[in-house]
């Protein structure tokens, strides 16, 4: 999770977290008892029939859950990923949207082989391990080298050139939890610029710690920055605890030596799809109300909170709205190769970003499963007071109101950069980072409840902009 920057392309989302999953509607009492209102001295408003409707249903939660059993694993260019084009066309149909079709994305092709890991001296012990995206191959009978562990990007980076010829490096840096994500942005460098500084070294492999807050065996996979280096070094991230176990190793002071096996292979581009469906406006329809989730997902588990949840929260909250008539039309994609190159955020910018005056709010569900804490607002200060009257609305739903910075998502940061406004609906990431990435992410732990409060944070805010009478100004642009 990390700060978008606004005139980029990120590689990176703020994600949620995952709590067990309760299949019962949840009330506006028990969404209010749950979480903080904005103050003390503040009154909660009664809920509109809008959030009263959304809290009473759990279909956020069976989207999401449909999406991660129906059809599992689809990193981009897997077989798994035109079957998740093809489950929401038809979920979008299904609940009733207009205007549903696809848009064609090209999407690079990166294949998950065989993954092996051990220490091989001074004693024997088996690692739990995956290959980074885009990381190399080893040769068939692996790398066998001592390792050098560092603690930090910096102090990997600050190495003698060839200082660690022949050696796999080891980047051991511990990711805190945090509420807020904050925790994956101050680490998640390490696994992105890691295995090219490694390279830098000499190194004939690079091994990290998982990006990961569970003291488990479950390594986390995800991208690093070798997509477009030629010759790229096997990159990997061990679990948690066979990170620990291999610091307690090094730390006995003798050599230590480790055998890495990677079998992962580039293929050609392949096609894929973001797919489109609306709430069409009335009066002002040709103007945008975005929402946002990514439809793939890496292919260690299910994708079921990352981002399956997403698409469960922009989904509910697209029908929901449809359900009455609104001046704007609020539009939601399913955004294609979100976890390995962003290339259904480039593909959807290219074709849609000279219109990027017409959208009115850009919102994106890449956060997990948990209940959303705060909202914050990025646009034009003087649109301010209309923002807060949308977090009013929300407070039945026990969510308030800050002015801290905000954090745009990924497949949205083209529009943001553009001027396009965005209210984020912040949701707890306490746990999130224990299942992000890794086998373990299936719909067991999603929460049913918590995704109908996002879905009801969603649906009321845009319904509320898609009727207002102004709109929301545009947002500041970085560097301007």
């Not at 190793?249 to 990677?262: C, E």
């Amino acid at each position: 999770m990390t700060k978008p920057h606004r005139a980029g392309w990120l590689l990176l989302t703020a994600c949620g977290n995952a709590t067990p999953v309760t299949t019962a509607p949840v009330s506006v009492a028990s969404a209010t008892a749950t979480t903080t209102t904005a103050s003390a001295s503040s009154s909660v408003s009664p809920p509109s029939a809008l959030i009263a409707a959304a809290l009473q249903s759990t279909r956020a939660h069976d989207i999401a859950a449909s999406l991660a059993d129906d059809v599992g694993p689809r990193l981009a260019g897997s077989p798994g990923d035109p079957l998740a084009v093809a489950w929401a066309e038809r979920t979008m149909r299904e609940l009733g949207l207009a205007n549903v079709h696809t848009e064609p994305v090209t999407v690079p092709v990166w294949k998950r082989g065989v993954e092996t890991a051990e220490i091989v001296d001074p004693v024997r012990m088996s690692l739990a391990v995956t290959a980074l995206g885009w990381s190399g191959a080893t040769p068939k009978e692996g790398v066998t080298g001592e390792v050098v562990e560092v603690e930090s990007l910096a102090a990997l980076e600050a190495m003698p050139k060839d200082s660690a010829k022949g050696k796999i490096v080891f980047a051991n840096v511990v990711m805190p939890r945090s509420d807020d994500g904050h925790g994956y942005g101050q680490t998640v460098g390490v696994r992105l610029q890691g295995p090219r500084a490694a390279m830098n070294v000499g190194a004939a492999a690079f091994v990290v710690r998982s990006l990961g807050t569970a003291a488990d065996r479950f390594p986390h996979a995800g991208a690093s920055l070798l997509k477009d280096v030629p010759n790229p070094i096997p990159a990997a991230a061990i679990s948690t605890v066979d990170a620990d176990l291999l610091h307690h190793t090094i730390a006995r002071g003798k050599p230590v030596k480790m055998k890495l096996v990677l079998g992962p292979e580039r293929g050609k581009d392949a096609p894929s799809a973001n797919v489109v469906g609306e709430a069409p406006g009335t009066t002002k329809k040709d103007q945008v109300v975005l929402l946002g989730a990514h439809l793939d997902s890496w292919d260690l588990g299910r994708g079921a909170i990352d981002d399956g949840a997403g698409c469960g929260i922009v989904l509910e909250a697209t029908r929901l709205v449809a359900t009455h008539a609104h001046a704007r039309t609020v539009r939601v994609v399913l955004f294609a190769a979100e976890e390995n190159s962003v290339a259904g955020a480039k593909a959807y910018f290219t074709a849609h970003g000279a219109d990027a005056a017409r959208y009115v709010l850009a919102m994106e569900a890449d956060s997990g499963t948990d209940r959303a804490r705060f909202v914050r607002f990025s646009g034009d200060s003087a649109h301010a007071s209309a923002f807060g009257e949308i977090a009013r609305a929300l407070s039945p739903l026990g969510i308030t109101r800050s002015d801290g910075d905000t954090h745009g998502g990924t497949d949205i940061s083209p529009f943001l950069g553009a001027g396009v406004p965005t209210i984020e609906v912040r949701q707890d990431a306490s746990r999130y980072f224990d299942i992000h990435h890794t086998a373990n992410d299936t719909s067991d732990k999603l929460d049913a409840q918590a995704l109908a409060q996002v879905a009801g944070a969603f649906a009321e805010i845009a319904s509320r902009v898609a009727d207002l009478e102004s709109d929301l100004g545009r947002a500041p642009i970085k560097g301007e």
